[in-house]
C-alpha cells in the first residue's frame, strides 16, 4: 500500500468520543510514512492528557493490520499544537447535527483567548440566547451550554 | 546541558503530576457536578503534560527509564515539585486558591517557555499553554466568586489565604542547575516572570476583598528534595499499585 492508500483507510476511523467525524476531520490524523516496512502514523492530541489518545492508537494499528500491514509505529506529536482551525466546514456542520455547537471564530482572533466566545448558537433551535454553563464539559475539548430559549442543556466545541 | 535539562524537566513533570494528582482526589466530591467535571479536567491537563514531560526526561537523560519509572519508582527526596502543588485540597476555597496562585504563575511561565530554543521544550509549552488559559480563567472567577462572596466564603478563602501564601516562593525557586539553561536560552529567567505573577496576584486579592499575608517566611527547599510532610502520603497513595506490583501494565 502506499502511504496515499493508508491515509484513505486511516481517514475512516471516527473519533472515539464524537464518532459522526473522523480522526481526519478532527485533525487529529497529521502524517502517514513507510520507514523500511514499517508503517509510521502521526497523530496529535486536541488536549495533552486526552484519554481518547490510547483508543485511537489501537484502531489505527487494528485497521492497518486487517488490511495486512503488520508493522505499524504510532507516533503522538505535540507541535504544532492542535486547533480548531483545523476543523473543516464540513465536519463543523456534522458536529451541528450532532447537537455539538460548533467553534465558530478561529483561534487566532484575541478575543477568544481573553473571554469567553462571544455569540454560541444553539445547535437544536439555532437561538443565540445561550448562557455558560460551565467551561469544562464531558470531554477536555467541549464546554457545557444552555439555550435560554428551547432550553435545552448542549455541548459547545471549545474554540482553541 | 543534559544533565541540567533532565533536571530542570523533572521539576516541571513533578509539579505537575502532584497538582494534577491532588485535583483528581475532587473526582467523585465536587462541590457540584460542573465543578467535578471541571476540576478533573483540569486534572488531566496536568498529568497529560506530566506524561509528556517525563517522557521527554527519559530520552534525555538516555539511561531508558520511562515516564512510569520516573513517575512511580522515586521517593520524596527525588521529588522536586513546588511546595504548593503538594498542599493539601482542604475545602474548596483552598483547592481554588492554589489553582489560582498556580495557574497565575503558569500562565507566565509557559508563555516565556514557549519561547524556548529546545523545540521539544517548546512544543508542549505551546500545547499546555493553551489549557492554562483555560485553567486561570476558571480560578479566577471562583477567586472572585468566594471572596465577593458570603462572609462565610471571604473567611474561609482568607483563611486559606493565610495557611498556603508561605508555599508560593516555592514557585520562584532557582539555582545554579537553572543558569546554564538560562544562558542557553532553554528556560526563562524567573526574576521578571515573579514581578508579572505578584503584580497579578495583587490586583486578584484587592478585586476579591482578601487581605495580603504580611512579612510571610516563605517555605523553600524543593530543588534539594525537601517537602512538607504531605508529598510522602501522595507518593504513598500514587505509587502503591506500581510498588505491589512492580511493572503492572494495563
Redesign the interface.
Known amino acids: 500500500m502506499t502511504t496515499k492508500e493508508v491515509k484513505t483507510l486511516l481517514s475512516q476511523i471516527p473519533d472515539p468520543e464524537i464518532p459522526v467525524i473522523t480522526i481526519e476531520e478532527l485533525g487529529i490524523l497529521r502524517d502517514v510514512s513507510f520507514e523500511n516496512d514499517e508503517c509510521v502514523v502521526t497523530i496529535t492530541p486536541t488536549y495533552s492528557g486526552c484519554p481518547a489518545m490510547k483508543a485511537i492508537e489501537q484502531d489505527i494499528t487494528a485497521l492497518l493490520k486487517e488490511n495486512g500491514i503488520e508493522k505499524v509505529k504510532v507516533k503522538s506529536v505535540f507541535s504544532p499544537a492542535w486547533t480548531t482551525d483545523w476543523l473543516t466546514e464540513v465536519a463543523k456542520e456534522k458536529l451541528r447535527k450532532y447537537g455539538i455547537s460548533p467553534p465558530a471564530k478561529t483561534s487566532s482572533d484575541k478575543s477568544i483567548l481573553t473571554g469567553i466566545q462571544k455569540v454560541v448558537k444553539c445547535p437544536l433551535c439555532n437561538s443565540e440566547n445561550t448562557e455558560l454553563v460551565s467551561q469544562f464539559g464531558s470531554t477536555a475539548c467541549k464546554a457545557l451550554y444552555k439555550c435560554k430559549d428551547c432550553l435545552e442543556p448542549f455541548d459547545l466545541f471549545k474554540c482553541h | 546541558m543534559e544533565k541540567q535539562l533532565f533536571n530542570y524537566l523533572l521539576r516541571l513533570a513533578d509539579s505537575s503530576l502532584i497538582l494534577g494528582h491532588r485535583l483528581s482526589e475532587w473526582c467523585g466530591h465536587g462541590p457540584v457536578l460542573?465543578?467535578d467535571?471541571?476540576l478533573t479536567?483540569?486534572?488531566?491537563?496536568?498529568?497529560?503534560?506530566t506524561?509528556?514531560l517525563y517522557e521527554y526526561a527519559g530520552k534525555v537523560e538516555g539511561k531508558g527509564r520511562t515516564e512510569d519509572d520516573l513517575a512511580y519508582l522515586r521517593t520524596e527526596r527525588e521529588f522536586f515539585n513546588n511546595l504548593l502543588s503538594e498542599q493539601p485540597n482542604g475545602d474548596y476555597a483552598q483547592t481554588i486558591l492554589r489553582q489560582y496562585l498556580t495557574d497565575a504563575f503558569e500562565i507566565h511561565f509557559y508563555e516565556a517557555l514557549t519561547k524556548s530554543k529546545d523545540?521539544?521544550l517548546?512544543?508542549?509549552a505551546?500545547?499546555?499553554l493553551?489549557?492554562i488559559?483555560?485553567h486561570l480563567?476558571?480560578s479566577s472567577s471562583w477567586m472572585l466568586r468566594l471572596g465577593d462572596g458570603t462572609k462565610e466564603s471571604n473567611t474561609r478563602l482568607q483563611n486559606s489565604l493565610n495557611e498556603i501564601y508561605r508555599f508560593t516562593g516555592s514557585l520562584f525557586e532557582t539555582d545554579e542547575n537553572d543558569s546554564v539553561l538560562i544562558a542557553g536560552g532553554i528556560v526563562p529567567e524567573l526574576t521578571g516572570i515573579q514581578q508579572q505573577w505578584q503584580k497579578d496576584v495583587d490586583t486578584m486579592l484587592e478585586k476579591a476583598m482578601l487581605n495580603k499575608p504580611e512579612n510571610v517566611w516563605m517555605q523553600k527547599g524543593c530543588l534539594q528534595g525537601k517537602h512538607t510532610e504531605n508529598l510522602g502520603y501522595i507518593l504513598a497513595e500514587m505509587q502503591s499499585l506500581h510498588r505491589a506490583y512492580p511493572g503492572v501494565n494495563w
Do not use: M, P, W
Open positions: 460542573e465543578e467535571i471541571a479536567n483540569i486534572a488531566l491537563d496536568f498529568v497529560g503534560r506524561n509528556s523545540e521539544t517548546a512544543g508542549i505551546a500545547k499546555s493553551k489549557e488559559q483555560y480563567r476558571h
